[in-house]
């Protein structure tokens, strides 16, 4: 197989796993060994570890597997790096059996949901090789993880990714050990996922979709729907499959600041998955590899150490499934049409020349790519107060007011209150202050959470001053505001492709941006 022709997702995984093997502490004789946060076992900058990166274990047990792992190596020293990653489970989780991500003890669960699905999918991929007592004490080091996630829930947020992750590594561990408590606990999550899919298709992230976190949700999905065939999720899969493929650019990129969380990230594992069986799926499949090839999508190469796992998982999945049907036409190259998803609050306009998007939910965002033309992002509104506040008319509202006459779309937004601003050093203190003190109630902690998500994500108070956007649709798209500013307020010149909210996982490059 030529790697670099063709499977960019192997080549991309090839070149990231130097990149992951140094994440994780080797050294038997120090406390972190197995631990795979440099930020806390090399670097000594946080004093807690952050789970998440335990589970890059995953993938590299894919490659070993599969047999396309890229250099000569030992298969008992293979063995003992696993040893150490999932044995280091002891080290980075609470009393409570919950991994964390922000601070210590946080009781993250979708982390620990994370760690639980990727070290179960390595004991898997593994258990041949490894022997009886080996999977073993591999499955000892998982069971408390489970265990919290039979125990508690996810309460700051509805985050259909999140809980997509806890059914798929739940029913994996059923298939490991024959569990019927864990089993029925997927099931039930996964009846909670389906019943609050919308019927346009697509999986709520937060308070909207977000086209980059539901192919995200679709990896693990997939997984749950090939082992639980009786659940329904292929049906619930192909819709939301449907719902995805308007937002695959004709320049390759895929979803963007339109989203509920900004994403633009695509995670191909689950599109593998479906293709046999989906051929929208494997359309996405293949016009998406060519994208990574071209880095005209969020690659691995850009994402950032935390986010690295999981998508480093999903392309080494994704590197050993080929995908062999071809496909249908995906919107952005099929005949001119306009689908609009009242729901999601999303209109995509495709005509022979352009692929556009606007959110009338985030005041009339546009993403327009036109053929032979640099792309078009325009967040909306931005205006400053005399106190360098900011508020945009970006926040997700369901309730905005638009119309939509021929090729004119009217939206008319409320300016609220951004939540731009960079921690302190006293705000850090205090949080870990919290840490050791009233957040050891889990309620107090999902309270906090919630008042968190409230502030940084869901918008702020709303503003008095009035916008109207209009958006005549078109190859040659025009976008025009009408602003009416209280005194003291400046509306901030051109601002382009920004972003409102807090959102860790938006603004990783791609060759878009260069504007070549």
Not at 202 to 218: I, N
Not at 276 to 301: D, F, G, I, W, Y
Not at 474 to 492: F, K, P, T
Request: aromatic share 8%.
């Amino acid at each position: 197989m030529n790697v670099e022709r063709d499977n960019p997702y192997l080549s991309e995984a090839v070149q990231a796993l130097p990149r992951v093997l140094a994440g994780f502490d080797l050294d038997p004789t120090g406390p972190s060994h197995g631990m795979g946060d440099r930020l806390h076992w090399a670097w000594g900058l946080t004093d807690f570890p952050n789970g998440t990166f335990q589970g890059a274990v995953h993938g590299m047990a894919r490659l070993w597997a599969h047999r396309v792992w890229p250099w000569p190596a030992n298969e008992e020293i293979f063995l003992s790096r696993v040893d150490a990653i999932i044995g280091a489970l002891d080290r980075c989780r609470a009393r409570d059996g919950s991994l964390a991500e922000a601070f210590p003890g946080e009781g993250s669960w979708c982390v620990t949901a994370l760690g639980a699905y990727d070290c179960l999918s390595a004991v898997e991929l593994l258990s041949q090789c490894a022997g009886e007592g080996r999977r073993s004490d591999w499955l000892d080091q998982v069971e408390p993880l489970i265990a919290h996630l039979m125990r508690h829930d996810e309460r700051h947020a509805f985050i259909s990714n999140h809980l997509a992750t806890g059914a798929a590594a739940l029913t994996l561990w059923s298939d490991l050990t024959g569990s019927d408590s864990a089993d029925e606990r997927a099931e039930e999550i996964v009846g909670r996922i389906l019943s609050s899919q919308h019927s346009e298709g697509w999986f709520r992230e937060y308070q909207g979709a977000d086209p980059g976190y539901q192919s995200l949700a679709t990896y693990y999905l997939a997984d749950v729907a090939r082992r639980r065939p009786h659940l329904h999720l292929a049906e619930a899969l192909e819709r939301s499959t449907e719902f995805l493929a308007h937002f695959v650019h004709r320049d390759g990129s895929f979803g963007g600041v339109y989203g509920s969380r900004n994403t633009r990230f695509f995670v191909p594992a689950g599109f593998h998955l479906l293709a046999p069986t989906s051929k929208r799926a494997a359309a996405m499949a293949r016009r998406m590899a060519r994208s990574v090839e071209e880095r005209t999508v969020v690659t691995l190469a850009t994402i950032d150490p935390q986010n690295l796992p999981p998508m480093f998982n999903a392309y080494c999945w994704a590197a050993v499934t080929p995908v062999d049907a071809v496909g249908d036409v995906l919107p952005c190259d099929g005949p001119p049409s306009r689908s609009h998803f009242p729901g999601a609050g999303l209109l995509v306009d495709v005509g022979s020349q352009h692929h556009t998007v606007v959110s009338t939910h985030k005041g009339g965002v546009v993403h327009h790519v036109r053929e032979g033309a640099l792309p078009i992002v325009d967040g909306g509104v931005a205006v400053r107060n005399r106190r360098g506040r900011l508020a945009t008319t970006q926040t997700h509202v369901q309730d905005s007011h638009s119309t939509l006459e021929g090729d004119l779309l009217t939206v008319t937004p409320r300016l609220r209150a951004a939540p731009k601003r960079l921690p302190s050093a006293a705000q850090f203190a205090f949080l870990r202050v919290l840490a050791l003190t009233l957040f050891r109630s889990r309620r107090l902690r999902e309270w906090t959470k919630r008042r968190m998500v409230r502030m940084l994500v869901t918008g702020g108070r709303p503003w008095r001053d009035s916008v109207v956007r209009t958006v005549h649709l078109g190859e040659h798209l025009q976008v025009a505001d009408d602003v009416q500013l209280s005194g003291g307020h400046s509306r901030l010149s051109t601002p382009g492709a920004f972003t409102s909210i807090h959102m860790a996982s938006q603004g990783y490059w791609q060759v878009q941006d260069e504007g070549g």
